[in-house]
């Protein structure tokens, strides 16, 4: 009998699974407790959710997975226990579990054209997947497209203090031109996403979301968490960006996968850029989290941060990337 330590025993005895060995902690995912099991019946990824999670988000992940799963798109396969349930609840925390996934994903930075519109073709049916889900107008919004410059400025100013003393160079550059781009160029999202059509989306699609098998084909598009409405082109800017697609022939492969399963509306296209430039030049995330959280581990981003906000803080750019969305997206 395999020894597996409270409560990630009593969820997996919930589950019906009995371990043939001690569960492995996978460290990619960090906001979530996660462990690799091998059992009786199959290997599973056994999730305990943050502290801080509803038990109506994981309910929506679940439904936004099983449903795109009901129309072709590969996900991990949701499990339930003998008693059909799919949550269950262990000392205070929700435990989830789904069938593991072998596979590997693109590196941000590595990804070669080829790959580029791989993800580009699976991040179309999944939008595709999504056009007609039912409930797309009881999902919540996704956080990124709601801002206020005057909270994003406050919250600088609060750790003002802490970036002067703790900061690098380069985060001591970027905090002050951070707040002077607000105070300039900061608009309400109102200016920028008005009149745009939202539907049900992923919320979170980016490389390492997005499995594939040995012989390269999709092999399944992971963790729903952020499952929100949202309008599509903005997903799919902030997929290209995140992922550093924003190289020409990286971005037309994309764009053009995209377009196979699900092309973007020309008049939402230069809104869009407009909404994702002000959404990302509003995000205190890693300031806020490395500063006043003391989550030091964030800090990492901060630096790209800066680079996607000046990047999209240019008008030459924007333009070149509006003209490219609408030639190879649409």
Aim: glycine letters at 8%.
């Amino acid at each position: 009998m395999v020894t597996v330590d409270a409560p990630l025993a009593r969820a997996l005895e919930a589950f019906a699974l009995e371990p043939l060995s001690p569960p492995a902690p996978v460290e990619e995912f960090r906001l979530n407790e996660n462990y690799r099991v091998e059992t009786a019946s199959r290997v599973v990824f056994l999730r305990g959710h943050g502290p801080n999670r509803p038990f109506e988000r994981i309910q929506r992940e679940h439904a936004g997975a099983n449903w795109v799963a009901g129309r072709g798109l590969p996900i991990a396969e949701v499990l339930a226990t003998p008693s059909g349930q799919s949550i269950v609840e262990i000392d205070g925390r929700f435990w989830t579990a789904y069938a593991w996934v072998d596979g590997w994903t693109y590196r941000r930075g590595e990804t070669p054209v080829d790959g580029a519109n791989a993800l580009g073709l699976a991040h179309g049916r999944c939008l595709a997947a999504l056009r007609d889900y039912p409930a797309a107008d009881t999902l919540p919004t996704n956080s990124e497209i709601t801002w206020s410059t005057e909270f994003s400025i406050d919250v600088l100013e609060s750790i003002a203090g802490e970036v002067a003393t703790r900061g690098t160079v380069r985060e001591q550059h970027w905090h002050p031109l951070q707040m002077e781009l607000l105070r300039t160029a900061g608009r309400p999202p109102e200016a920028a996403f008005t009149a745009l059509p939202m539907f049900a989306t992923h919320g979170d699609f980016h490389e390492r979301n997005v499995m594939f098998d040995a012989a390269g084909s999709l092999a399944a598009v992971v963790d729903w968490e952020r499952f929100c409405q949202q309008p599509p082109v903005f997903e799919v800017l902030r997929g290209a960006s995140f992922m550093w697609l924003m190289d020409e022939e990286l971005l037309r492969a994309y764009l053009e996968g995209v377009r196979d399963h699900a092309p973007l509306d020309p008049a939402a296209v230069r809104p869009g850029i407009d909404g994702w430039w002000q959404s990302a030049m509003h995000n205190t995330w890693a300031f806020r989290a490395g500063f006043r959280d003391g989550n030091d581990e964030v800090r990492r981003f901060l630096i790209e941060e800066e680079g996607r906000v000046m990047q999209f803080h240019d008008p030459a750019f924007r333009e070149w990337l509006a003209e490219t969305m609408l030639r190879f997206g649409c």
